[in-house]
């Protein structure tokens, strides 16, 4: 599970630009399923066939980066925000661009309170002399991704694009599980979750299926002075019953906690009051689909250096794999 997060993890894909974690999945799920298709949108979904009903299983394949907006004469960049970037974890971060250019986040140094560190003050330096010297390498329109090693210790995971890579390496290793069910699975590797759970909304269309979950990472509330909430880390997956985005139909809840009692699975029940999920979008479209999600409890997510225990990712896998029979 380790070396497939951290194949995921350091592959480039911010929102927009999923195109390589896409071409990762499919070969690693190429004889795992029926069918692998794309849709316009650039969605991944592969599908186990089957008689029963429609389940589908979103994770989002892109990840938090930023855009270049701006090339100064001095060949500083400017740039925006692709999806939640806190100003104050940002600062001082390294970037990537799929060319592999690197460069650093820093800010304009006259800025007296931190608090106004937006990042509009802030630029990429990536050691060019002039615009024209950028330019040999990085164009306006170029996306960059955080840069953070995958290593694994105390039974933790540390990464950057653990949000969602993460819920991809949990749909592909249920994928290959080839748990017997009736049911026509949908694993679906969505886009462009990060900049409005975009992708999701058009894969569920396509779909329609009879229920869906979006598997995700939610925050947790077991660092010093955090915000009070009821997940901690390692203390199981979550059944989503709220996030900013969704509230987790009813039934889909229980038969969530149903199957986690029934297995003896280590669970916790999530109310996430900051951020949504691929569920935000997909419970209201066509007719309406009845939603929920599991997530797994990450600490310091959009950080390049997100945390999540290895045993919540083992227990969510089982825990879908007994839902979907
Ligand atoms: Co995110
Ligand atoms: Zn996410």
């Known amino acids: ?41 650039g969605n991944l979904i592969c599908v ?26 001095k060949g500083f960049l400017r740039f925006g925000n692709i999806g939640g970037l806190p100003p104050l974890i ?14 650093v986040i820093w800010y304009e140094e006259n800025i007296d309170n931190m608090k106004n560190a937006k990042i509009e003050k802030m630029y990429i330096d990536i050691g060019a002399t002039s615009r024209e010297d950028a330019e040999k390498l990085v164009q306006v329109g170029d996306l960059a991704v955080f840069v953070g090693e995958t290593v694994e210790q105390n039974g933790k995971i ?8 993460v819920g991809c390496a949990i749909l592909v290793k249920l994928a290959q599980s080839k748990t017997k069910t009736d049911n026509e699975i949908y694993y679906v590797f969505s886009t462009q979750e990060e900049v409005g759970l975009r992708g999701a909304r058009t894969a569920a269309f396509g779909i329609v299926p009879d229920m869906a979950l979006a598997i995700d990472v939610c925050d947790t509330g077991d660092t010093p002075s955090c915000k009070p909430m009821a997940v901690h880390m390692g203390d199981g997956p979550t059944v989503k019953i709220k996030d900013r985005s ?3 139909h009813p039934e889909v809840k229980d038969r969530l906690i149903n199957a986690a009692r029934k297995k003896k699975i280590p669970y916790q029940l999530e109310v996430m009051m900051d951020g949504g999920t691929d569920a935000g979008s997909i419970h209201i479209t066509a007719g309406g689909i009845p939603s929920g999600g599991v997530s797994i409890p990450t600490r310091f997510i959009h950080d390049s250096s997100e945390m999540a225990d290895m045993k919540d990712i083992e227990n969510a896998v089982k825990l879908l794999a007994e839902l979907i029979k």
């Open 158 to 165: 540390i990464s950057k694009s653990l949000d969602d890579r």
């Open 246 to 248: 969704v509230i987790a």
């Open 1 to 41: 599970m380790f070396e497939l997060i951290k194949t995921l993890t350091q592959t480039f894909g911010p929102s927009g630009y999923e195109k390589r974690v896409a071409e990762t999945i499919s070969k690693l799920l190429k004889d795992k399923v029926d069918e692998i298709r794309t849709d316009a949108l």
């Open 48 to 73: 186990k066939k089957g008689t029963g009903k429609k389940i589908m299983l979103a994770a989002h394949m892109d990840e938090i980066g930023i855009i270049v907006s701006y090339i100064d004469e």
């Open 90 to 103: 940002i600062m001082g971060q390294r970037v990537k661009f799929e060319n592999g250019t690197v460069g």
